[in-house]
Each structure stands twice: as C-alpha cells, then as structure tokens.
Nanobody, 129 residues
Framework: QVQLVESGGGLVQPGGSLRLSCAAP????????IGWFRQAPGKEREGVSC????????YYADSVKGRFTISRDNAKNTVTLQMNSLKPEDTAVYYC??????????????????????WGQGTQVTVSS
C-alpha cells in the first residue's frame, strides 16, 4: 500500500526518552490507520499504540499507557511515538504499520497486526544501563 520508514531508535538508559518517527516518502499518510508494534527476541509482535485515520481515536497497550504518546503531524506527513520513562522491558525492534483497507476500531486494529497492509523495516530500541 505505502512504503514506510522508521527512525529515532537507539540506546537509552532506563528512565530516558526516545522519539520514533514514521514517514512515507513520496506518499501521504492521510486516511491511514497507523500503528506502532514491537517485537522482542523470542516474543510475538505486539501492538504498542495506534491512531485512527481521523486522529480522533488512539489506543495504548497497558504496558505503555501513561508513558508513550502517539501523534500525527500532517504537515510533515509523519506519525511519531514519544516514549518516556523507558524501561528495560521496552527493548525491542519497533515497527510502524499503516492500513486503510481493513476497517475496525483502533483498539481492535492494534491487536491484529495481520490487518495492516504496509510495514516499515523496523528500528531497534534498547533500554539498558
């Protein structure tokens, strides 16, 4: 559907912050549900946060609620995930995903990675002292 590029990953100490960005070079993210997913070694891919196509609805996994914030910048055509108070258990490869074909409430979409048609290559986030 659309090519996605993530950026902003890296190594950070516990309690620190990182800001991930998802961009679609040459395309627009308007009308797409955008999700951030993560996958740690030996674990299944899990939905971290999703935002609806009209920006009216957001979803956060319980494990990140109150620490992560998802937002869309239409002028820059990006979706960002601000991650604060990072914990070692947040360590994973983070993926941006987009979809505009499979209609579902944003919470349901975030729990169905297979419902997203476009994926980025992933960016590593490591939280360690």
């Amino acid at each position: 559907q659309v090519q996605l590029v993530e950026s902003g990953g890296g190594l950070v100490q516990p309690g620190g912050s990182l800001r991930l960005s998802c961009a679609a070079p040459g395309a627009t993210l308007d009308y797409y549900v955008i999700g951030w997913f993560r996958q740690a070694p030996g674990k299944e891919r899990e939905g971290v946060s999703c935002i609806s196509s009209d920006d009216r609805s957001t979803y956060y996994a319980d494990s990140v609620k109150g620490r992560f914030t998802i937002s869309r910048d239409n002028a820059k055509n990006t979706v960002t995930l601000q991650m604060n108070s990072l914990k070692p258990e947040d360590t994973a490869v983070y993926y941006c995903a987009a979809d505009h074909l499979f209609e579902a409430p944003v919470q349901a979409k975030c729990n169905m990675p297979a419902s997203f048609g476009s994926w980025g290559q992933g960016t590593q986030v490591t939280v360690s002292s």
